[in-house]
Each structure stands twice: as C-alpha cells, then as structure tokens.
Nanobody, 116 residues
Framework: EVQLVESGGGLVQAGGSLRLSCAASGFTFDDYTIGWFRQAPGKEREGVSCISSSEGSTYYADSVKGRFTISGDFAKNTVYLQMNGLKPEDTAVYYC?????????WGQGTQVTVSS
C-alpha cells in the first residue's frame, strides 16, 4: 500500500517560512514525479511544485516562483518544500502526491495558515 506522510504545516506570520516534508513508502515504481498541490477554502486544488525522480527537473506555479523551493532525497523517497516569504494567499491545505504513469497517490494534507 502506497503511503504519503506529510509534516511541517502550521501557522506563520506573513513573510515567514515553513518547510513541508513528505515521505513516500510502499511503492515499487522506479521513476516518478512527486510534489505538492494545495487547496484554499472555496477554491479548486492547484499544483504548487513537483520534482522528477529520474531527472530532478522541477516545476513551480507562477504564484510561488522565487519563494518556494522543492528538493528531493530519492534514497529516502522524501520530498521537501521550503516556503519562504509566505503570504496570506498561501493559506491552504497542502497535499503531497506521487505519480508514475497512470498511478496517482495522495497524502492526507497538512494545513498551512499565514496570518497578515
């Protein structure tokens, strides 16, 4: 059974930083993409950032470029999202996901709240 365990969410003031972690286990595929979506109240889920295990290539949503950094420790099947310069509009539940081919798996989510 594939499991994604997220940690690192919390409450922070605007301009502050948080680091999210996601540890994946229980899968057998070699090449995968792992990353984060987020969903704010009343809004659709949006992609934030992801990283490829095979090439290390990364993607960032325009709204977080220059502020968030994704990194992966693929020996531990763990991905990190360093979030700096947080803004109130970054408030959301952040979901870790892993995908390979047609297979997609999601974590339970971790709340990030940025106060103004």
């Amino acid at each position: 059974e594939v499991q994604l365990v997220e940690s690192g969410g919390g409450l922070v003031q605007a301009g502050g930083s948080l680091r999210l972690s996601c540890a994946a286990s229980g899968f057998t595929f070699d090449d995968y993409t792992i990353g984060w979506f987020r969903q704010a109240p009343g809004k659709e889920r949006e992609g934030v950032s992801c990283i490829s295990s095979s090439e290390g290539s990364t993607y960032y949503a325009d709204s977080v470029k220059g502020r968030f950094t994704i990194s992966g420790d693929f020996a531990k099947n763990t991905v990190y999202l360093q979030m700096n310069g947080l803004k109130p509009e970054d408030t959301a539940v952040y979901y870790c996901y892993i995908t390979s081919g047609y297979r997609n798996y999601w974590g339970q989510g971790t709340q990030v709240t940025v106060s103004s």
